[in-house]
């Protein structure tokens, strides 16, 4: 009976850290650094692991790269889902989506950078599991924005002449480009406002 309850224990034992926590310092030292300038010494520092809590969690430093940019997109996503709640005309919906990204490219967050772009410039050409996450989640963003803008063309709220998939493009190609401009904070104070122009490409 005692052995029972001790090997219960042992098999239902809590890891030694937060995942969660890790992970997110994880996301912020690679959109720092991106992932060939982040070594394993600096993620176990910035996560606050030891190398054999580290290594029982994960295989490698692409290991650690993948669950940091699934945990990253989920928790993007999350967000996006909390500003678009109340939006009602379609182009409300996309108005929102284009604030939310601008917003994430000013101050801290905006200097640290996108983890998923940082992705997209280092590894898509070398590994093809990260290209295919990057591939899915851009188009996923271009395939809701163009049902945004068909949304706003049938409630009125977006002009009826323009094309959804490529203005839904003209839109996403705004999204990651004000991530990129944001990470030196030089052109902070027009990032908002660009917003605002590239909405005009609806009316």
Known sequence: ????????????RPREFDM?????????????RGYHGTSIAELKAEMGLTAGSLYKAFQDKRDIFVAAYDRYKQVRADLLEQALSSASTGREKVARVVSFYAMSACGETGRRGCLAIGAAV???LSDAEIAAKVAGHNRKLVTRL?????????DGSI???????????ALFSYLQGVRIAGKTGELENQLLPSGEAILRILD
């Open 1 to 12: 009976m005692n052995s029972e309850r001790n090997s219960h224990r042992s098999v239902g």
């Open 122 to 124: 280092e590894l898509v």
């Open 146 to 154: 163009e049902g945004f803008i068909r949304d706003g063309q049938l």
């Open 159 to 169: 002009r009826h002449d323009a094309d959804p998939a490529s203005t839904a493009l």
């Open 20 to 32: 969660t926590q890790a992970l997110d310092a994880a996301i912020r030292i690679f959109s720092e």
